[in-house]
C-alpha cells in the first residue's frame, strides 16, 4: 500500500491512496495529513493500513492531473517544519566505500594507513547487523536540517549560491512520527534525494556536516510495511529534455553493511530524537553517485530516481537560491 500527501482543489492538504494501474487516488475522509493520520494510529493503538482502508471514501483524485499541476506534497510533512528533523547515515552499503574513495580520488593502500572512511565502512561490515535485540557498530550519522529544506516532489532542489557543487545522492528514507510517551513508530520508507555539495565535502572530510546543509526531497509516495530485502532503482540526470547520464543503484538489508534496525537504534537513542510530537525524516545511504562518475549538474537539470515498488519517480529540478540578501549580524 503507498499513500501521498497533495494539496485539494480547495487548497488544503489531502492523503490519498494509490489505486494499483488505475491513475487514480482514493482521498481519505478527515485525515488532513500523514501526520495525523499516524498521530490518530498511534492513539488508537493500530496499524496505519487499518486506518487507511478504514478512511478511504468515494472520492478520487486524478494522479497525473495532481502531478502535472504541482500539487505533490513530500509524504509527511510536521504543522510547524521546525518539528521535522532531517539527518542520514552514510558508508551504509556494500558499493558505499568504492564509491566513496572515488569522489575523494583514492584510499590508502596500507592496513594501518586506513582512511576514517574506510575504517568505519569496515566496521559496518564486521557488526553492523547484530542478532534481533542486540545494537552493532554505530554508523556515520549527519544532520541535514528540519522541514525547512525540504523541496516538494516536482519543485526545485535550490542550492545556495555560495555552493561548490549540488549533486544528488539517490537513497531510501524511513519517515517516523514520535508517540506521546516517546516511542518511535515507523510510517515507512520512500525514495529520497538526499542532495549534497560534493565538492565542498572533497577539500577536506571535516567538512561533510557543512556539505549536508543543503535541501532535500524524498517521495512521492510512502511505502507502507517492511522495506523489501532487495531494492533496485535507477538514479539519472536530464539536461533538456535528454538523459546525461544514468545508473542502477541498489538498496534493502541485502545490499547494505548495516541492517535498518541498527540505523534506527542509533539514531533514535539519543532522547532529543525522541521528543513527543516531532517527526522524522531519515536517510539510509548510498553506494551511487553522479559525482563519483565526474558528472557535474547545472541549474536547470533534473534528477530522477525511481525503484520498483516505490511507484512514481522522484524529480527535482537544480536551481540555486539568491543568498545575497543575507542580514549582517548586529549586536546588541
Not at 472520492?59 to 518539528?83: C, F, I, T
Not at 574506510?118 to 554505530?138: D, N, S, V
Not at 548495516?258 to 510530537?277: D, M, T
Not at 517527526?279 to 559525482?291: E, N, P, R, V, W
Request: hydrophobic share 40%.
Amino acid at each position: 500500500m503507498r499513500l501521498v500527501q497533495f494539496t485539494a482543489g480547495d487548497g488544503k492538504v489531502a492523503v490519498g491512496r494509490v489505486d494499483e494501474g488505475q491513475g487514480t487516488l482514493t482521498v481519505l475522509t478527515g485525515t488532513p495529513g500523514t501526520y495525523h493520520l499516524a498521530q490518530d494510529a498511534i492513539a488508537a493503538g493500530r496499524p496505519l493500513a487499518d486506518l487507511v482502508a478504514e478512511r478511504a471514501g468515494r472520492e478520487k483524485a486524478d494522479y497525473a492531473a495532481v502531478v502535472a499541476d504541482g500539487r505533490l506534497l513530500a509524504p509527511l510533512l510536521h504543522p510547524d517544519p521546525a518539528h521535522l528533523l532531517v539527518t542520514g547515515t552514510g558508508l551504509t552499503h556494500l558499493g558505499s566505500a568504492s564509491a566513496r574513495a572515488a569522489m575523494h580520488q583514492g584510499t590508502a593502500k596500507g592496513e594501518e594507513d586506513l582512511t576514517d572512511s574506510m575504517k568505519m565502512f569496515r566496521w559496518g561490515l564486521e557488526g553492523g547487523k547484530p542478532r534481533p535485540g542486540r545494537a552493532g557498530i554505530q554508523p556515520e550519522w549527519f544532520y541535514k536540517g528540519d522541514g525547512g529544506i525540504v523541496a516538494s516532489p516536482g519543485h526545485p532542489l535550490a542550492m545556495p549560491d555560495f555552493s561548490l557543487d549540488g549533486g544528488e545522492e539517490p537513497e531510501i528514507v524511513g519517515l517516523y512520527v514520535i508517540g506521546p510517551d516517546s516511542t518511535p513508530f515507523r510510517l515507512g520508507f520512500a525514495l529520497g534525494n538526499e542532495f549534497s555539495d560534493h565538492v565542498t565535502e572533497r577539500q577536506n572530510y571535516l567538512y561533510l556536516a557543512h556539505s549536508k546543509l543543503r535541501p532535500c526531497s524524498f517521495g512521492p509516495e510512502l511505502l507502507l510495511g517492511e522495506l523489501p530485502g532487495h531494492v533496485a532503482g535507477r538514479s539519472r540526470i536530464l539536461r533538456a529534455g535528454k538523459v546525461l547520464w544514468e545508473a542502477e543503484f541498489v538498496s534493502g538489508e541485502d545490499n547494505m553493511s548495516h541492517s535498518i534496525a541498527n540505523l534506527e537504534h542509533h539514531h533514535f537513542k539519543y532522547p532529543q530524537f525522541r521528543r513527543p510530537g516531532d517527526a522524522h525524516c531519515h536517510f539510509f545511504g548510498t553506494a551511487t553517485l553522479s559525482f563519483a562518475a565526474g558528472i557535474k549538474a547545472v541549474p536547470g537539470d533534473v534528477f530522477e530516481i525511481e525503484a520498483e515498488g516505490f511507484g512514481l519517480p522522484l524529480a527535482n529540478p537544480l536551481a540555486v537560491a539568491d543568498e545575497a540578501a543575507q542580514r549582517p549580524i548586529r549586536p546588541l
